[in-house]
């Protein structure tokens, strides 16, 4: 049990360095010896844990879209784009230094679509039950657009800080997807 608190306390000090280090440089750029450093832990304590930058990099990336995906499981699957909208700011604004790196401007743009794109079918399968009469290719340009759209959104309220609340964010996202899908 003491084991895997000091595990976990550990790996959240690598993490919490490693996000503030994303914000200052590229992934590509940060070392194994400045990320120890920052994080008060020795080399072979992150060694006996990960092998390089983008394993820790990758479990990251993993342990998000996991955890996004649980939160939004029942959302999405319920249809209501005002509750997917509302539970995707409120993760954000939880998870606030984690998305500071991941939207910040040294961040993998690709890693987001790559999480985004897990939403496309169940998108398009909700919003095939609001505009039955579209296309599935109309929907899939249609997620595209929006995909991409929310991202820029996202991007732009995390990176002023977050004044505006998750769910003023949330209702504008909603707003745009209502009115592209009124458009259609």
Not at 30 to 41: P, S, W
Not at 151 to 156: G, K, N, Q, T, Y
Request: proline share 2%.
């Amino acid at each position: 049990m003491k084991q895997d608190h000091r595990v976990r306390l550990t790996k959240m000090m690598l993490r919490d360095s490693f996000f503030d280090l994303m914000q200052e440089k590229p992934v590509s750029k940060i070392t194994v010896k400045e990320l120890c450093d920052r994080a008060g832990v020795n080399r072979a304590t992150f060694y006996s844990h990960y092998t390089d930058i983008y394993a820790l990099y990758e479990e990251i990336e993993r342990d998000l879209a996991q955890t996004i995906m649980h939160s939004l499981s029942t959302t999405i699957n319920g249809g209501s784009l005002e509750a997917f909208s509302k539970d995707i700011c409120t993760i954000i604004a939880q998870n606030e230094k984690l998305c500071m790196a991941f939207f910040g401007e040294y961040s993998d743009p690709d890693l987001l679509l790559r999480i985004v794109d897990t939403f496309r079918e169940r998108s398009i399968a909700m919003w095939s039950r609001t505009r039955p009469d579209l296309t599935s290719s109309e929907l899939s340009r249609f997620y595209t657009f929006m995909a991409n759209g929310c991202l820029a959104i996202i991007r732009s309220w995390v990176q002023s800080g977050m004044k505006e609340g998750s769910e003023d964010i949330a209702r504008f996202i909603e707003k745009m997807a209502n009115s592209g899908l009124a458009a259609l």
